[in-house]
């Protein structure tokens, strides 16, 4: 830890940020920085949010290649209830926000399906229909369910209190069938688990809450929308957010942030510092010999890499009527980063952007199929830049036949399929890593969540992925939390 007793002069002299004081400053523009400002600024505190990259959302943001724009992160927003729905973590949002149930411009999903070669089980938004699969397919575990859903209804996840149990331990409890256990574990794990083959329970609870309970759903123009939403409402509220400036240094006294080193050179002091940017990434600003050797015990490992394929026809065209597949195709399902390969072809989520309920709206423009498959990260960062364009070629191929393998319909073959795109794209650990800085392109974060938020420096906190808050509208009430329990406690 830095000790020193004076802060350092900087080198930038005509920088409009260097030597400004703030209440606030929030490391990273992504969905839980955008809604920690928002509560901030509500609150008449002045904050800035500081992002190192030229576009907001973090893991969930989008880009554009030769006119064609592409979503990051979002398959679905969980979380979803029809407007007018009260008490859940959308409304609780949305209040704490002040933002109005439109401005999300959501429409629920048509129909997903967990797919293993034994048995498929689908659901959408209405609970109910996802019970009826499972008393359909696995009749003698039904009793077992319902009392496992009475519990996950009473369960208080959000305690600080609350260690870490085994999920695979916990349902074995309500019924031993080791297939329903993977069916259950294998959207759960794919949308929010650091964890290999497993995963905390109070994660297990808050996943099986959003997916099943609530719901998924997706504004017709994607991320963008709920960024959009985010900003102007920050930008509304006099917030200021700062892209390309990034924070190379958090400088440290008495156990307390004393001043903030920007990329630049540039130096600003706060009161307070939230950081969305990852527990080790954070502890590596100010004391990286630490980081180093936590990051043995407590890194996530596990990340992704996912095709993006842009058709001249929608889904349905195809058959394909699904709006998300969570597939498996080996004997046993396991979450696990490959062991000698660059991906893992096992298992995967399949999502179509198209497949919500746009009721009057007109569909999208293009069909858009999405594979995401877990992925070893070392391999994609070792491999030499020549090498790496070719592997990603052969791996989007590779991908697109497993999904053709899971997919009914038409086309079956990698040329038929071709032959229809109009674009494509993809994108791996070594991505990650350059636009969130994350460790190893994790993309849950670390295994050991930071529940309280709290570092060793008594005004620093961490918020989003690493506080164990899940999925957007999680990262964002972990934003709001954050500034709630620590920023605005006076």
């Not at 990273?28 to 928002?38: E, K, P, R, T």
């Not at 709006?323 to 660059?342: G, H, M, R, V, W």
């Not at 938020?453 to 990262?475: K, P, R």
Request: charged share 20%.
């Amino acid at each position: 830890m830095s000790t020193s007793t004076n802060i350092p002069e900087s080198p930038i002299k005509d920088s409009k940020l260097n030597g400004k004081h703030f209440n606030c400053v929030i490391i990273g523009a992504g969905m839980a920085g955008l809604a920690s400002g928002i509560r901030l600024a509500l609150a008449g505190k002045e904050s800035l949010i500081l992002e190192r990259h030229n576009a907001s959302g973090g893991l969930n943001s989008f880009y554009s290649i030769k006119g064609h724009k592409y979503d990051v992160g979002l398959h679905a927003m969980t979380n979803y209830v029809p407007k007018g729905t009260k008490g859940t973590p959308l409304t609780k949002l949305l209040r704490q926000l002040r933002i109005p149930y439109d401005a999300f411009n959501l429409y629920p999903q048509l129909q997903s399906k967990i797919h293993f070669p034994e048995c498929s089980l689908s659901f959408s938004n209405d609970f109910k229909y996802f019970e009826s699969e499972i008393a359909e397919n696995f009749p003698s575990c039904i009793d077992g369910f319902h009392k496992l859903v009475a519990y996950i209804q009473s369960y208080d996840a959000f305690n600080l209190e609350n260690i870490a149990v085994s999920t695979r331990e916990v349902l074995k409890s309500y019924f031993n069938d080791p297939l329903l256990t993977s069916m259950l574990l294998c959207p759960t794990m794919y949308y929010g688990s650091a964890t290999e083959d497993d995963m905390d329970f109070s994660q297990f609870v808050i996943m099986f809450r959003s997916l099943f309970f609530e719901g998924f759903a997706r504004p017709i123009n994607g991320v963008r929308t709920i960024i959009k939403a985010l900003q102007d409402q920050y930008r509304s509220l006099g917030g200021i957010r700062k892209m390309r400036c990034g924070v190379s240094k958090i400088i440290s006294k008495n156990k307390r942030v004393e001043a903030l080193e920007l990329d630049d050179g540039s130096i600003i002091t706060a009161n307070n510092v939230i950081s969305t940017a990852g527990f080790n990434e954070t502890l590596a600003l100010f004391e990286p010999l630490k980081a180093k050797n936590i990051n043995q015990n407590n890194v996530g490992k596990l990340t992704f890499t996912e095709t993006i394929t842009l058709l001249d026809k929608q889904p349905k065209e195809f058959g394909w009527n699904d709006t998300i597949i969570f597939f498996n195709q080996s004997e046993k399902f396991s979450y696990k980063a490959p062991k000698d390969k660059l991906a893992d072809r096992n298992s995967g989520v399949i999502c179509f952007p198209n497949n919500y309920d746009y009721s009057n709206q007109a569909n999208l423009e293009y069909g858009i199929l999405r594979i995401t498959a877990l992925a070893h990260t070392e391999k994609w960062f070792n491999l030499p830049e020549t090498n790496y364009q070719s592997e990603k070629a052969i791996w989007y191929d590779r991908l697109l036949e497993t999904a053709l393998d899971v997919l009914p319909g038409q086309p079956k073959s990698l040329k038929g399929i071709q032959k229809r795109t109009i674009a494509k794209d993809m994108f791996t650990p070594k991505t990650v890593k350059k636009f969130t800085g994350h460790i190893n392109g994790a993309i849950y974060g670390c295994p050991n969540k930071i529940k309280d938020g709290q570092t060793s420096l008594e005004n620093l906190y961490i918020a989003g992925t690493d506080q164990g808050f899940l999925g957007i509208v999680g990262a964002m009430l972990s934003g709001i939390s954050i500034s709630n329990r620590y920023c605005l406690k006076d």
